[in-house]
Each structure stands twice: as structure tokens, then as C-alpha cells.
């Protein structure tokens, strides 16, 4: 099936991820329970938490009781900014190709690309993690 807006597979479990552990109140959440969760595969979404971590966005305790939390306050944490902890910069677009084929006098698209990115970007800087926590439910069950 094809979607008008193409988020990758990583980016979406970033942001899943942040919101189901924003869910928990800061409590630790084993990867195992996340992935399962999210139904995700456990080796991918461990390397996503590992590159939320880097900047805060996540903390990771090791061990047998370890587990994820959210690293810093939620009300301080934009969609936008776990998106590019992921995918890098988020860019306009105006053009499908890497060098525009058209001669630029009329483009099949015309300025739908510009005005889609700058929504897209518009909103994930303007949500707050602190919005979603009731994507899911808290989960006290082990």
C-alpha cells in the first residue's frame, strides 16, 4: 500500500517508543517489553534507543532490572526533535528528484512538496512529547 508521507521504519519507532516510556511516569522499561509492545523487532529498536540516548532523550539502566526511561522532561521534548535524532535535519522539498528534471516553468506537483514539508515540520516542532502520554496506557504488569 502506498502512503502520501513515507516515515521510516526507525523514526516511527523513536517516536513511538518516546511516548509509550512518557506513558510510565519515568519508571524503567525492559527493551523486551518495549519491542513487544510496539511490535517491533528488539536488535532494531535497541539501536534506536541507543541513538535516543545520546542527546538525553533516553536513559538506559543495564542489568537485570534495567531497562529505559525518558531522559529529560517531556514538556521539553518536540516530536521534531526525536524525529531528526533519527533521520537528521528535516529539509523542504520541492522537487521527487535529488536534480530537478523539469525546466521549472511547471512542476506536476507545483509547491505541494513545499507546503507538505513545512507542515510536516510546523507540526512535529510544535507537539510536545507531553501531549501523547496517553498513547498508551501505563502498564504495571511485568
Known amino acids: 500500500m502506498s502512503h502520501i508521507l513515507k516515515v521510516s521504519e526507525a523514526a516511527s519507532l523513536a517516536l513511538h517508543s518516546m511516548a509509550l516510556l512518557a506513558s510510565q511516569e519515568g519508571e524503567l522499561m ?52 526525536i524525529f531528526e535524532t533519527i533521520e537528521g535535519p528535516l529539509v523542504a522539498t520541492s522537487c521527487l528528484f535529488d536534480e530537478p528534471i523539469c525546466d521549472g516553468v511547471q512542476c506536476i506537483l507545483s509547491d505541494l512538496l513545499e507546503t507538505v514539508s513545512r507542515e510536516v515540520y510546523s507540526y512535529l516542532k510544535e507537539k510536545r512529547l507531553s501531549e501523547f502520554t496517553k498513547v498508551f496506557h501505563k502498564d504495571n504488569k511485568d
Open 30 to 81: 525492559p527493551i523486551k517489553k518495549i519491542a513487544k509492545r510496539l511490535k517491533a523487532s528488539e536488535a532494531h529498536l535497541s539501536k534506536v534507543l541507543q541513538a535516543l540516548a545520546k542527546p538525553g532523550l533516553v536513559k538506559s539502566v543495564r542489568g537485570p532490572h534495567g531497562g529505559f526511561a525518558i531522559g529529560k522532561d517531556i514538556k521539553d521534548i518536540t516530536l521534531l526533535e
